[in-house]
T-cell receptor, first 111, second 114 residues
Framework: SQQGEEDPQALSIQEGENATMNCSYKTSINNLQWYRQNSGRGLVHLIL?????REKHSGRLRVTLDTSKKSSSLLITASRAADTASYFC???????????FGTGTSLTVIP | DTGVSQNPRHKITKRGQNVTFRCDPI?????LYWYRQTLGQGPEFLTYFQNEAQLEKSRLLSDRFSAERPKGSFSTLEIQRTEQGDSAMYLC????????????FGSGTRLTVV
């Protein structure tokens, strides 16, 4: 399966701490994306990293990609209660036309 | 840019009934996708359109499922003879053509089959 797998499945931290989530995948990719989903809502695109990139930043988000290990990480710095959500990585299909999602990491930020 | 709109937000139906969901994508996006998500899982790909052409279908899309995008704008997903296992959140997403764009998702339609 090309589906990404996130680790850990659940993470609980105090507000202000950093949160790190990891994603592993099995086949070669062109792009990897991270999404956030609040309970009962659709997914929100956070960041896209291309296979020739190693690190990307967006605000308090930092994404790394190691294609040799077929893994990516999402770091959220100085977490806030509003960051409480599920986070998914998505890897593209061999055609590049669609993305496959993992089962997600459920993040709880305690105020 | 008004985002991706899905209707209805919730649908409760009796087993065996047919249901239809609608998705209005962002107008500039020529690609439209349907995903299904069950509790505690990530979204699973169902099908994808480029303009009005349905280019890929997952094996998850059984004969009871059909999707259309008649004029390359809005799309409908119909489930015939619903089963309890069809209960899920049905998500629509759109994006621009090209490999460097992410999806814009709608809020989804929550289907409950009783």
């Amino acid at each position: 399966s090309q589906q990404g797998e996130e680790d850990p499945q659940a993470l609980s931290i105090q507000e202000g701490e950093n949160a790190t989530m990891n994603c592993s995948y099995k086949t070669s990719i062109n792009n990897l994306q991270w999404y956030r989903q609040n309970s009962g809502r659709g997914l929100v695109h956070l960041i896209l990293i291309r296979s020739n990139e190693r690190e990307k930043h967006s605000g308090r988000l930092r994404v790394t990609l190691d294609t040799s290990k077929k893994s990516s990480s999402l770091l959220i710095t100085a977490s806030r209660a509003a960051d409480t959500a599920s986070y998914f990585c998505a890897t593209d299909s061999y055609t590049g036309n669609q993305f496959y999602f993992g089962t997600g990491t459920s993040l709880t930020v305690i105020p | 840019d008004t985002g991706v709109s899905q209707n209805p937000r919730h649908k409760i139906t009796k087993r065996g009934q047919n249901v239809t969901f609608r998705c209005d994508p962002i107008s500039e996006h020529n690609r439209l996708y349907w995903y299904r998500q069950t509790l505690g899982q990530g979204p699973e790909f169902l099908t994808y359109f480029q303009n009005e052409a349905q280019l890929e279908k997952s094996r998850l899309l059984s004969d009871r499922f059909s999707a259309e995008r008649p004029k390359g704008s809005f799309s409908t997903l119909e489930i015939q003879r619903t089963e309890q296992g069809d209960s899920a959140m049905y998500l629509c997403a759109s994006r621009r053509q090209g490999g460097n764009y992410g999806y814009t998702f709608g809020s989804g339609t929550r289907l409950t089959v009783v």
